[in-house]
């Protein structure tokens, strides 16, 4: 069965500090795996996926991943925070039975000080 | 011109009642999915429906009930609405049910009184 852990339920960074977020899978398969961020009361944005092309992925507002098989690992990295970043973010994994399900993590919430 | 459009936004109900929740994607997709988000912020897959057929059925008890007139469309229906079921109801739609990444719709927050 795949699975995708989140480490630290809550993250602070100071503006225009590097954001580090935490995400490791498991799977027995080539995984698929995704960030996704949720703002208050919305629903939940892409922020980026891999699909096996390219190691570091880019997405969109200056966040990126890169993924490590050797380590099990997608984490999430922007170089500077930004107010308007602090939001919920989730990782998650697609399930080997290849239907589109989608595992998430437990989820990470961003904080971003002044 | 939303993408994933989910009604109602809010719905505040007595326990033991019936209620639905109606999803609509306009992106062409044929894969629409339901999520149940908790109190926790948890995301747990509930539905998927691939060109109105069921593909996934997760174990949610049979007082949910899915429903797909046509592929643009994912309904919800609840019966018998329990104080467990309050929690935010997201859809979702991609196109194949494959490894596309998935769009959401902005929830449903659902409050069992």
């Known amino acids: ?114 | 011109d939303t993408a994933v459009s989910q009604t109602p936004k809010y719905l505040v109900t007595q326990m033991g009642n019936d209620k639905s929740i109606k999803c609509e994607q306009n992106l062409g997709h044929d894969t629409m999915y339901w999520y149940k988000q908790d109190s926790k912020k948890f995301l747990k897959i509930m539905f998927s429906y691939n060109n109105k057929e069921l593909i996934i059925n997760e174990t949610v008890p049979n007082r949910f009930s899915p429903k797909s007139p046509d592929k643009a469309h994912l309904n919800l229906h609840i019966n018998s609405l329990e104080l467990g079921d309050s929690a935010v109801y997201f859809c979702a739609s991609s196109q194949a049910y494959s490894n596309q990444p998935q769009h959401f719709g902005d929830g449903t927050r659902l409050s069992i009184l």
């Open chain 1, 1 to 114: 069965a795949q699975s995708v852990t989140q480490l630290g339920s809550h993250v602070s960074v100071s503006e225009g500090a590097l954001v580090l977020l935490r995400c490791n899978y498991s799977s027995s398969v080539p995984p698929y795996l995704f960030w996704y961020v949720q703002y208050p009361n919305q629903g939940l944005q892409l922020l980026l996926k891999y699909t096996s092309a390219a190691t570091l992925v880019k997405g969109i507002n200056g966040f990126e991943a890169e993924f490590k098989k050797s380590e099990t690992s997608f984490h999430l990295t922007k170089p500077s925070a930004h107010m308007s970043d602090a939001a919920e973010y989730f990782c998650a994994v697609t399930a080997s039975s290849n239907t589109g399900k989608l595992i998430f993590g437990q989820g990470t919430t961003l904080q971003v000080k002044p």
